[in-house]
Every structure is written in structure tokens, then in C-alpha cells.
């Protein structure tokens, strides 16, 4: 930090970048110097990993748009910034140790420290890492363009992209996410399920599964809708159930069994960013209170293999807590406690209309209701 105040960063290079941001509750500006595990020159961009996992409480300023300068060499700069997807991020972490200039004993060392699990320098391991450590690539901001003189008004698009600035980003790893619903599992009947009844079953009937069709829900839960939706789609037809948590499978597997549907449902424990299952293989795609739980970024990559299953004309109905206009002070507060605690409140209203146009699927029908006083839509929109 010294050694950039007195202007000498340039003696660094481009190992190592200054910080500037600003602390979301105390507003005072805060130095963090971090070390680059990755510069392109051509992009002028600079990779960092936040050692302290989702933790991490540059991270945390930095994704509320609270980056203010990047000193790096000779340059300062406004930063723009993006998270690293997770095949990036492991791509990364291999090439730094290999060509990082420290020995890799000594990298997987430190990174085991920080992991608190021993690293060994796998394909594995670096994905677990990659979960583990959000990785941020900074670069200079692009300039702002004017204005035009006769804006056009906002659709249904733009108006999600105006209010992703109001969507709080997920802190928590897929790894936190999983074992969070796996302790959950055995109380998610009693605890929430009872709640969500109803807005889910408005899915269902908006969903309007038929005989002898093969339908995929994603974040089945703890099974009620897979037994409903079997029972729609008939001995003829297929049911397939994808849920992060193992816990939650074995108990909408034992739901299944009960109800003598289970010969008919396909359950897979996976995440939905890759969905294992082939193209144009699905009528019908349906999804409560999952979209919401996935990271800004992921969002777009969920729906694109959603898209990707799904045959033409395929169907896919999502239910979400929603951005809506004016906010509500329930929202407010909802929000406010997302932040705090994201691990017991983890969904966060999405602008859910807007991201599945955004994703290229032609909008049908929308029903907008409330859960605790939060606005909830459930869309039902077609891929051509």
C-alpha cells in the first residue's frame, strides 16, 4: 500500500494491484492491495481471487458497484469488473501455478490454508477452489455514451437490465448452497413448504403438463410437484427431477416411492448450470423458487441450457420472487436482510419476465401474487 501512495507501484509491475473502494456502511475509502494471478495486456485486465471466500469484504464492496480505482503499474483507473465463471477461474489457478514464479508446494500450501481442506493441485480440487474463491477480473471502465436526444422507452429487456442494479448478487457457494438444503431437508415440509403450496400449484396449472409428455424440474425439493407432475404425464409419459442437495433427493425419493410414481420419474443430483441431459429432449421445463438462488451472472448460462433441453415450442414456467415497481417496504426490508443474512434468507427478487425474454424465449402468460408480503411471478414462456 506504501509503496503505491508513493507513487512507486510501477516497481511491482503487474504482479501485484491497488484497490480503492468505498465500505457500503461507513462510506470511507479503504486501500487493498492484492495480488494479480493473471494480466492480459491486450484487454488491460487484471485477475484477483478473494482470499477470504465469499467473505470477503472488499468483494462485498466491490459488488455494490463501490470500486472506485484500480492502481496498477504505472496506471489508475476507474475499474469496470465481472466474477470469473468457475471453468475460468480453475483455468486460471492452473496457469498461475505454473507459471506464477512460486513454487507449486508453496502455492497449494496457501491455498490450503485458505481453503481449510487440503488442495493437491486437481482438476477436482480447482473447481472446489473455484466455488470456494470467487475470482474478479478488473479492467479499465469504457467510456459513457451520450445520451440520445429522444430515448426510446424502455421494454420489457431494458427495463430488466434497469433493475439488475436493485438485484442483490449471491454470496454463498454452490458447496455452501448444497449443504445449507441438505440439513434442511428433513424440516423443508414443515418449515416452508406449507407457504409455497399455493403459488406452486399456480405453476402447475399454468404449466398444464399432458399425457405422454417428458417434463424436467429443476430444484425439485423435497418431491411434491414430481409427484403431481407424474401422475399428469401418465405411464406414458417422463418425469425428470434435478436438485443440487442429496439430502432432498432421498426424501422426494421416498415421496415418490409412496405415492407409486417412482418408475416413471428420473431423479439426478447435478447443477443446473450444466444441465446432463440432451438437446431438444424436454416439453417442458419448470422451475420454483430455484432461478432466484443462482448468482447474476449464472442466471443467463441457467436459461440458455434450459433453452438448450427443451424442444421447439417447448414451454417453460418459472416462479420467482419479483422486482416490482414501486418497491415496497416489505422488499426494502427482505432485501436489507438478504444482505445481512444471506444463508437463512437466500432468494432475492429477480426481474424474472425480463431475464426470460432476455434469454430469447417468447413470453405467454404472467401471474403476479405475494408470499410475506413479496411480490412473486410465475411466467410461462415458449422457446421457438
Same mark, same amino acid.
Given at each position: ?33 492484492? $495480488? ?9 485486465? #487484471? ?42 477461474? #480453475? ?58 436526444? $429522444? ?26 448452497? !448444497? #449443504? ?57 409419459? !417422463? ?10 433427493? !432421498? ?28 438437446? #431438444? ?43 416490482? $415497481? ?59
Amino acid at each position: 500500500m506504501y509503496v503505491y501512495r508513493a507513487r512507486l507501484g510501477f516497481l511491482l509491475g503487474h504482479r501485484f494491484l491497488l484497490l480503492v473502494h468505498e465500505g457500503r456502511r461507513t462510506h470511507r475509502l479503504r486501500m487493498t492491495p492484492l $495480488e494479480v494471478i493473471r494480466y492480459d495486456r491486450s484487454k488491460r485486465e #487484471a485477475v484477483v481471487v478473494a482470499g477470504w471466500g465469499h467473505r470477503t469484504n472488499w468483494l462485498h464492496n466491490v459488488e455494490a458497484g463501490l470500486a472506485r480505482e484500480i492502481w496498477i503499474g504505472r496506471e489508475r483507473y476507474v475499474p469496470s469488473w465481472r466474477r470469473l465463471d468457475p471453468e475460468e477461474a #480453475a483455468a486460471a489457478i492452473e496457469r498461475y501455478e505454473r507459471h506464477g514464479g512460486v513454487p507449486g508446494p508453496i502455492v497449494r500450501a496457501v491455498l490450503s490454508w485458505l481453503l481449510g481442506w487440503r488442495y493437491d493441485g486437481s482438476p477436482e480440487a480447482r473447481w472446489r477452489l473455484a466455488e470456494q474463491l470467487p475470482m474478479v477480473a478488473f479492467r479499465p471502465a469504457e467510456p459513457r455514451a451520450a445520451p440520445a436526444a $429522444e430515448p426510446e422507452r424502455p421494454d420489457a429487456t431494458s427495463a430488466a437490465s434497469l433493475h439488475w442494479a436493485r438485484v442483490g448478487r449471491v454470496r454463498r457457494s454452490h458447496e455452501q448452497a !448444497r #449443504a445449507t438444503y441438505d440439513r434442511l431437508s428433513r424440516w423443508y415440509d414443515i418449515v416452508v413448504e406449507p407457504f409455497e403450496r399455493r403459488v406452486r400449484r399456480r405453476a402447475l396449472r399454468m404449466a398444464a403438463a399432458a399425457t405422454g409428455e417428458t417434463v424436467l424440474e429443476i430444484g425439485f425439493g423435497t418431491g411434491h410437484e414430481l409427484v403431481e407432475l407424474a401422475r399428469l404425464v401418465g405411464p406414458e409419459g !417422463r418425469v425428470l427431477g434435478l436438485d443440487i442437495s442429496p439430502g432432498m433427493r !432421498r426424501v422426494a425419493e421416498a415421496k415418490l416411492r409412496g405415492a407409486k410414481v417412482l418408475d416413471r420419474v428420473e431423479l439426478a443430483t447435478a447443477n443446473a448450470l450444466a444441465l446432463p441431459y440432451p438437446d #431438444a429432449s424436454v416439453d417442458l421445463v419448470v422451475m420454483s423458487f430455484t432461478l432466484e438462488l443462482f448468482d447474476s451472472p449464472e442466471i443467463p448460462r441457467v436459461l440458455s441450457e434450459c433453452r438448450r433441453v427443451l424442444r421447439s415450442g417447448g414451454r417453460i414456467v418459472v416462479t420467482s420472487l419479483a422486482v416490482q $415497481e414501486p418497491e415496497r417496504l416489505m422488499v426494502r426490508l427482505y432485501r436489507r436482510a438478504h444482505e445481512r443474512f444471506p444463508s437463512l434468507f437466500d432468494c432475492r427478487p429477480i426481474p424474472v419476465e425480463g431475464v426470460l425474454r432476455e434469454a430469447g424465449f417468447e413470453v405467454r402468460d404472467v401471474a403476479v401474487g405475494s408470499l410475506w408480503g413479496l411480490p412473486v411471478a410465475t411466467v410461462l414462456a415458449v422457446r421457438d
